[in-house]
């Protein structure tokens, strides 16, 4: 007897960035820092009082947590517009985009993204049995507008996917290249919503605007965002969106009931009344790209322009094997975007000395 694994699937490896206990783990864009002691402390005491309440079932609006990320980014994207009923969350912005996904995708449907770019967006499409179309970035992985307006007009996608910054490349998208593509996706007949994934928006440089203050002006625009990374919580599981109401209450549908836990509302929360002392880093984090990308350019290397806090770099005529000299000296990267080109994530002082040292071994 075999499982009866739907056929798409068989032969498919899971997900699995390595997770190697090395010197300078610089593969999935984590932040370096942990959070500092008052954050662990504060975390402790909401989740200990979260811990007397787990008889019963969590907020399944999460409204005290809505209300917190409404505040955050009032704060962080002057964003005063939005409302709790703007805000979706769910464990990590994975799910998040899931639920795009179910609500917005589906058979015979189609989503629209641009390559290089965020290797889990196949997989939403795939398990939620949806077609993955992508276009081509530009040489310098900005998106083609005139390209990207033909294509939506020609495929008809219920959902536009642009990361911004995005992932693997760093690459910012402009303001009025979002509202150009939006343009294109309000003549699909049956409608469109258009999604920039801004998991890393809290890097990116100064004067590189966030869509979420698009979002009064477009309805159908849903910008989503993450506490993975420039919040220092990765392990806590907490992305969201902001958009219309209408995308929000279409996101409610397909969630599983109470799929946020008390616990991971409680420490988001937590986290998110800390985020001046959890993101106190993100300058310094921001700094060291740039030197990063500084160095690399000094060396010869041709590296993308990044507004994230990591770096896509090469080319390499063999980058498997700078991948291993680097990984065999305590240094974990990844192989990821067009051939010949490695990403470093951006980690402390320390960790990117060890990252220079082993690199300028490996290709000497
Ligand atoms: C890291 C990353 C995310 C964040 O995922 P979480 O599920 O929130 O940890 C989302 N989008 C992109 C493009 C990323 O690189």
Redesign the pocket.
């Known amino acids: 007897m075999t499982v009866p694994l739907r056929p798409e699937l068989v032969g498919l490896e899971p997900y699995g960035a390595p997770q190697y206990n090395v010197r300078a783990r610089l593969n999935v864009?984590e932040n370096p820092y942990s959070p500092p002691n008052a954050v662990v402390d504060a975390i402790s005491t909401a989740v200990h009082k979260a811990a007397e309440g787990l008889n019963r079932y969590p907020d399944r609006e999460f409204a005290a947590l809505r209300a917190d990320l409404v505040h955050y980014l009032a704060v962080e994207s002057t964003a005063g517009f939005l409302r709790a009923e703007n805000i979706w969350a769910a464990n990590?912005?994975?799910?998040v985009m899931l639920h795009l996904h179910q609500a917005f995708g589906g058979p015979g449907r189609k989503v629209l993204s641009f390559a290089p770019t965020?290797s889990m967006y196949p997989e939403y499409s795939r398990d939620t049995v949806t077609d993955y179309v992508t276009l081509p970035r530009r040489a310098d992985f900005g998106i083609d507008v005139p390209a990207a307006v033909e294509a939506i007009r020609e495929l008809q996608p219920s959902l536009v996917l642009l990361?911004s910054p995005n992932?693997p490349t760093g690459t910012a998208l402009p303001l009025d290249d979002t509202r150009a593509i939006y343009a294109a996706t309000e003549a699909v007949r049956e409608g469109c919503v258009l999604v920039i994934?801004e998991?890393?928006a809290e890097f990116r440089r100064r004067g590189v605007a966030s869509a979420i203050s698009l979002i009064p002006e477009l309805p159908n625009l849903a910008v989503s965002r993450?506490m993975?990374?420039a919040f220092a919580l990765?392990g806590g599981?907490l992305?969201y969106l902001a958009a219309s109401a209408e995308v929000v209450n279409a996101l409610r549908i397909v969630r599983l009931p109470y799929h946020l836990s008390s616990v991971t509302q409680a420490v988001a929360r937590a986290a998110l009344a800390h985020f001046r002392q959890l993101q106190a880093q993100v300058h310094e984090i921001r700094a060291e790209r740039d030197d990063t990308v500084d160095w690399l350019r000094e060396q010869g290397f041709t590296v993308a322009d990044t507004d994230a806090n990591f770096a896509l770099f090469g080319p390499f005529a063999d980058r498997e094997k700078v991948f291993k000299g680097l990984l065999e000296r305590g240094v974990l990267i990844r192989v990821t975007g067009p051939e010949g080109w490695l990403r470093v994530s951006i980690g402390t002082a320390q960790e990117m000395a060890l990252f220079r040292n082993a690199l300028l071994e490996v290709t000497g």
Do not use: F, L, V
């Open positions: 864009n990590g912005s994975n799910e965020y990361a992932n994934d998991a890393y993450t993975s990374k990765a599981r992305g």
